[in-house]
């Protein structure tokens, strides 16, 4: 279903109203005086002077007053969330991603992520300062050495240390390896099916969640579509006139859902941000797809069979609103005029215009 358009009589609003002064020859006379034979001839040329002005007709017609809203094509979605306690180790997708059933979306780590993370630097740590250790000790063997002096005492303090420090980093690699190989694992959460990523949490790396937390919502490929954007409350709703969405070029009306209160507190207690939720008046067919580009257009409010003008043919000053009307030599005459809806292009006109006149159009 395609939805009206915003001015049917859009194609003939403007005209162009063209005067044009006509080429005019100055001739000056022959002169003479005496002793001359003859005198020069001077002629004066005058340029075409071409000047065009805009003229908006003012009509009846309808007229919306929009907004627009980028939106896409979903489907009923499933939130996901983990089944233990722990840490976030990283999710994978972000919102509007394609996913494929089984797909990762995000994993998570046991209680004893905290470890493994200070291991893991206490890892490097050891590494960097046994490195730098062994070539102090290197150093003070080879300066024995190059100076003739028995160097027996520091080559055994060497090898006793070295000895020591890989000890040691053995350790904490046997320990760290454990933790993350068999106590800790990871756990992930995958898409049910094949579909769209709605929504992600947006609680990042390291952070520490519960069981059940919602962490992604993900909608299939089988489930009902609908439009989502950016979240319009119930309240503002019902100041609109209108809902409807430009898909691929197609005009599609649009119904708004309300997000259930329980939803809504679900999604703020996992700090996800919640979407508008609009379902579609009939069924779009196989033409609309999921994860399609929805311009959502928002009607603030729609009159019909009203008089309008330009917008830009309306002047304000300190006596209040005013056009020029034009005649039919393009002579402006000011009027002043009461205003009403301002729909993008045009507005309506209460008071101080007939329909047909011609009205002065500012470029």
Known sequence: MRHNSIWPG?????KRVVSTVLLCTLSVS??????SESGNDKKELLVPAVFATEVGICERGDLEKLLVKDGHVEGEYEILSFDADGYIYEIFSKPGDRVGKGDAIASMTSADFEEIMTLEEEIEEIKKSNEERKKSLEAEVKLKEKN??????ERFTYEKESALMDLILAQKQERYEKLKNEDIGYNYISAPGNGYVV?????????YITAGTPVAAVSGDDTKRFISCDFISEKESKVYNSFYAIIN???YPLKYVPVEKEHMATLSAADLRPKSHFDFVEDPGDEVRLGDYAAVIIVVDRKENILSVPVNSVYTDKDGRFVYIMDEEGKKERREVVTGLSGGARIEII???REGESVYVEN
């Open 30 to 35: 022959l002169l003479s005086s005496c002793g």
């Open 351 to 353: 008071e101080g215009v």
């Open 148 to 153: 003739g002096e028995s160097a027996v005492e």
């Open 249 to 251: 070029g197609v005009n």
């Open 199 to 207: 929504a992600v949490s947006s609680t990042s790396g390291g952070s």
């Open 10 to 14: 859009a194609a003939k609003v403007v």
